[in-house]
């Protein structure tokens, strides 16, 4: 249903189909058409399993929105009750659907497909959080999760498709509406299990996300669902000054008894984005005032943080109550990861509390860039603002591995490296 939606945004089937075709999986094939729900016209997306029969494809909704975008969107926002799938996949090949995949054989799948480096991190990050929830219900390491529905081909499709998809429409930050499931029971291989489904309940979970219940008698969200709105969702909550561009259902394969079997995705630029082309996101802020530490243990900290993940860490010295020196210690990491190191802060150095605040950033698109110094390559990091290079800034350490190997100063690699880069001709390559 989500990948019905994009596809009713403007994400082509063509597109789709060129970037699915690049992961090594087989035995399925996708149909597209135009369908109603609670009489919403919206596209119906389908992964069939088995063999391709003839031309399955409908490519009614290009139509309509099959023009490619100018990747300035701001941010999509995910609407409605019903969950992002609702798993009513047509299974024409059982045995290879029930045998699955683990994780770990679908984390190198992704790796060594021909994806680009930002759908790999996602569709992993996505398959990961299902992964921990499975292990953790039954009691299993991770990476030694076999999934069953999950792991199958149309559920791989279904994961990758939506990350190809998002990058398609220029990798919006997403908001959703608050999390609603269904109640009831669902048959799954291991038996009969209440809704929300185990897996559904501890990814949303891990995450911190709020979750309530209608009077809906079926599931609304999947495991797979609720790890694309954990891995994905800024915010959850009602839309607040949203600009809507365009407006997208992707729709279901059963009629609900008490709301359309929808989801709805609405696309429209930030205020950040109709200015410039700048890029936008949401951080934590996780700030301690520590007026007793020791700095081996702060010295440690700041490795083992900045090496699992931590956007920036700083220790910015200051002076506390009773005219002590100390050092304020900041942590930036994803809202997703504040908790994990809120915990490190408390257990890792000598801190009793710790503040978080919500910050949204403005950063430069950026591009990495090999230019040819006489003593070797070296990579630039050049930053961009509405298509014009504002920043350029040579990598530290491509540059110190150059000084060191030709034993010459730090500097002259550097000055080296921006003077190559000056001399090229033409505007920064995409």
């Known amino acids: ?40 016209e919206g596209t119906k997306f389908d992964v069939h399993l088995g063999h391709h029969h003839g031309n399955e494809h409908t490519h009614e909704h290009e139509h309509e929105h099959g023009h490619e975008h100018d990747h ?12 992002k799938h609702d798993h009513q996949h047509s299974h024409e090949h059982g045995d290879k659907h029930e045998h699955g995949r683990s994780y770990t054989e679908i984390r190198r799948l992704i790796a060594g497909s021909g ?88 990814i949303l979970a891990a995450r911190g996300v709020s979750i309530s219940q209608c009077d809906e008698p079926h599931e609304l969200i999947t495991p797979t669902g609720a790890a694309l709105l954990a891995e994905f969702v800024e915010t959850f909550g009602p839309m607040e000054g949203l600009a809507v561009e365009r407006i997208g259902f992707g729709v279901g394969s059963r009629e609900n008894k008490t709301r359309p079997n929808v989801v709805r995705a609405i696309l429209g630029p930030s205020a950040a984005t109709a200015a410039h082309d700048w890029e936008t996101d949401m951080v934590a802020v996780l700030e301690t005032n520590l007026d007793d530490a020791n700095p081996e243990w702060l010295g440690h900290f700041v490795e083992k943080a900045m090496a699992d993940g931590a956007l920036d860490v700083c220790q910015t010295p200051t002076l506390m109550k009773k005219n002590r020196p100390g050092v304020l210690l900041t ?41 040819r110094t006489p003593f070797g390559e070296v990579s630039v990091k050049i930053g961009l603002l509405d298509g014009r290079v504002v920043q350029t800034a040579p990598e530290y350490e491509s540059c110190k591995k150059l000084a060191q190997e030709k034993n010459v100063p730090l500097k002259t690699v550097y000055e080296a490296a921006l003077a190559a880069l000056t001399s090229e001709s033409g505007p920064p390559s995409k």
Not at 12 to 22: F, G, I, M, V, Y
Not at 72 to 83: F, K, L, N, T, V
Not at 331 to 351: G, M, N, P, Y
């Open 331 to 371: 942590v930036l990491c994803a809202q997703a990861e504040a908790d994990k190191f809120s915990e490190w802060i408390l257990r890792h150095t000598s801190a009793f509390g710790v503040r978080r605040t919500v910050a949204e950033r403005r950063k430069l698109r950026r591009e990495f860039r090999e230019v």
């Open 115 to 202: 994806l680009s480096e930002w759908v790999k991190t996602k569709a992993t990050a996505v398959f990961h959080r299902v992964a921990v929830a499975e292990g953790k219900i039954h009691g299993q390491p991770a990476d030694q999760v076999h999934f069953h529905e999950v792991g199958a081909v149309d559920s791989i499709v279904d994961i990758v498709g939506a990350c190809v998809a998002l990058e398609y429409l220029g990798q919006p930050r997403v908001l959703a509406s608050a999390v609603i499931d269904g109640t009831g029971w669902i048959d799954c291989d291991h038996g009969r299990f209440p809704i929300p489904a185990p897996a559904t309940l501890e």
């Open 1 to 40: 249903m989500f990948i019905g939606a994009m596809l009713d945004l403007g994400l082509t089937l063509d597109h789709l189909e060129r970037e699915l075709a690049k992961l090594p999986v087989e035995g399925y094939h996708l149909h597209v058409s135009r369908d109603k729900r609670s009489e919403i």
């Open 72 to 83: 300035q969107h701001g941010h999509a926002h995910e609407h409605g009750h019903a969950g």
